[in-house]
């Protein structure tokens, strides 16, 4: 069972654009909301995260907008970068099960100069 | 200061082989996890390890899979008669506390001829 759907798969932005990736949830106990970045060849990185306290957290470019009524969260990436071209996890843990992060498919994102 | 390694960085084995894969944490924290990354695919949940608590191995798919944590540092997965679908990227995470960030190592990618 897919706890967490992300979409779209691939994304193709413009530099300078706004980039949207889009995750959906269904198990009310994830109280952690993560997004990785990963770049070819590297292990994930902690890009940006969230708890359900809060609708939205801002750090620099990345903003993470959650809903918790509809069980979603998105990453907008504003002013995209050719360097920002990697792939994108999102990604939900709950506290009962040792913090196990249970990801969504990946976005692969690239930004064209 | 030094991050989540692993070793090797690649394995290539024929089926029916034994494996062993490497990581060395970072120092001082006291959960290791263990993921997989199948190709085009999410990241996959194999087993925790939480200081000298038993480990949480709900995530191994089959019981050709077994990993252990010496001195609460290194961790060793082990995939026992290796077969084409264990080909994939094998992650290694270590956290410093609950509620902290999962810091990955750069994976050890495994192919099975």
């Known amino acids: 069972q897919q706890q967490v759907k992300q979409s779209p798969q691939s994304l193709i932005v413009q530099k300078g654009g706004i980039s949207i990736i889009n995750c959906a949830y269904e198990n009310t106990a994830f109280d952690y909301f993560p997004w990785y970045q990963q770049f070819p060849g590297k292990g994930p990185a902690l890009l940006i995260a969230?708890?359900?306290?809060?609708s939205e957290k801002k750090e620099g470019r990345f903003t993470i907008s959650f809903n918790k009524s509809a069980k979603q969260f998105s990453l907008h990436i504003m002013d995209s970068q050719p360097g920002d071209s990697a792939t994108y996890f999102c990604a939900a843990s709950d506290g009962t099960s040792g913090s196990r992060l249970t990801f969504g498919e990946g976005t692969q994102l690239t930004v064209n100069p | 200061g030094a991050g989540v390694s692993q070793s090797p960085s690649n394995k290539v084995t024929e089926k029916g082989k034994d494996v062993e894969l490497r990581c060395d944490p970072i120092s001082g924290h006291t959960a290791l996890y263990w993921y997989r990354q199948s190709l085009g695919q999410g990241l996959e949940f194999l087993i925790y390890f939480q200081g000298n608590s038993a480990p949480d191995k709900s995530g191994l798919p089959s019981d050709r899979f077994s990993a252990e944590r010496t001195g609460g540092s290194v961790s060793t997965l082990t995939i026992q008669r290796t077969q084409q679908e264990d080909s994939a990227v094998y992650l290694c995470?270590?956290?410093?506390?609950?509620?902290?960030?999962?810091?990955f190592g750069p994976g050890t990618r495994l192919t099975v001829t």
């Open positions: 995470a270590s956290r410093l506390a609950p509620g902290n960030e999962q810091y």
């Open positions: 969230i708890r359900p306290d809060v």
